[in-house]
């Protein structure tokens, strides 16, 4: 079977990669100041990223595949702007709650809302318990989940809280009080359990997809580095050890991707059980190769790549959070062996 993308995903794609580059990061001394982060906001905004998902807005049907295009990018470059939580999340939650005002309001860069998650990272907070603002920099709004009448919810509410300390250094969490949900606002319509189960189905698509970008771009620096760097007057990437590394680094990169691009068409094509399959595999095999891959550039690039400021350094952090969002690959290997076990025609 051969898997490709259509013309117009492949202009989008080329598209985010040139903006990547100019929103793209080389270590944490080029961190971008809040002032800069926000015009790099408004450069995603205006690329249409928080209208991908709904058709009222963007004029086509909802799309996971363009959605992890753009996210592959940005995360190649290491870009530090807050695109899964408040360009993707937050707009899939208004979506699916039919939240059209809200939704207006993101997609024309005026309102900057991102998820709650709760404190282990696993999934979507729920009103009445602590928990984490993700991805939080530059937002003004916190969406949060609560039961109302025994249906699910959506509660808009304004962001406060201390900044939290994050391994990732591209990322913003801020801690949030147990009853965020009373300063807020219900916004939109009950979400369904099977709209909801999409909703987490993109979540765990997302961060695979962010995980795949920086893998390549993990695995890009590592070549070029090998192809420079000499030692005993010969390149580094004419040893076999080093090739055989990089190698095994590809073939990891283009297993995830793979996985990737099936759990991006399936949420919006497949039943929702089988869109969750396909999402936790993603998942599953991308936290596992993440962390192999992105180790293995640290050990073509040395010593230097263990330093604060070295850009692996970032990748390394970013790349150890991701695994854990959503649920690293332990957590999801059993879930789909269970998934699998009570369905026969998903074994």
Known sequence: MEICLTDEQQLLQDTAGRLAKTLGVEGPEQLPSAEALAAQWHDVVELGVPTLRSPSHCGLEASGVETVIVIEQLARTL?????????????????????????DLVAGGSLRVTPVLNTALTEFGTAGEAALAFDAAGATHALIQIRLDGQRRLVCAPLGGAKSDALDLTREFRSVAADLADTGTVIGKPISDERWQRVTSLALTAIAADLVGVMQGALDDAVHYAGERTQFGVKIGSFQAIGHLLADALVQIEGARS????????????????????????????????REVVETSVQVFGGIAITWEHVSHLRLRRALLDRRLFGDETVHYEAIGAMRLANRELA
Do not use: F
């Open 79 to 103: 870009s530090v702007v807050p695109v899964i939580g408040q360009a993707v999340l937050a707009a899939e939650l208004l979506e699916a709650a039919d939240a059209e005002r809200e939704l």
């Open 259 to 290: 996985c990737l691009w099936h759990a991006a068409w399936a949420i919006d094509h497949l039943p929702v059980d089988e869109a969750r399959l396909a999402a936790m595999t993603a998942k599953a095999y991308a936290s596992a190769a993440g």
